[in-house]
Nanobody, 122 residues
């Protein structure tokens, strides 16, 4: 099982960015998928999780601004971020777990990507 994040980079405060996570080696649609982030000197925190198109959960800090989605046909997970309030620079991680039940933001995961850095510039 492999998960590979892409799409990180620099984004201005108030701007938008979309992260992608390509997955390989398993029945993607059967897995709980999630995004986490870790800022320098901080613990890793859950950002969003998705079991199916209608079953998603978010950290309170990103509700209404971030959207998690998945394309089961492409085995790809997305995180659309709209920074309408100040965010911190952090490394964002994609993660997966089987089975998909009990899927919620921050839930334990089995497989992790190496992360992609999102830098917020003023």
């Amino acid at each position: 099982v492999q998960v590979v994040e892409t799409g990180g980079g620099s984004v201005q405060a108030g701007g938008s960015l979309r992260l992608s996570c390509a997955t390989f080696g398993y029945a993607y649609s059967d897995y709980c998928m999630g995004w986490f982030r870790q800022a320098t000197g901080k613990e890793r925190e859950g950002v969003a999780a998705i079991r199916s198109a209608s079953t998603t959960s978010y950290a309170d800090s990103v509700k209404g601004r971030f959207t998690i989605s998945r394309d089961n046909g492409k085995n790809t997970l997305y995180l659309q971020m709209t920074n309408r309030k100040p965010e911190v620079t952090a490394t964002y991680y994609c993660a997966a777990r089987y089975p998909s039940y009990g899927c919620y933001v921050g839930s334990p995961m089995d497989y992790w990507g190496k992360g992609t850095l999102v830098t917020i510039s003023s």
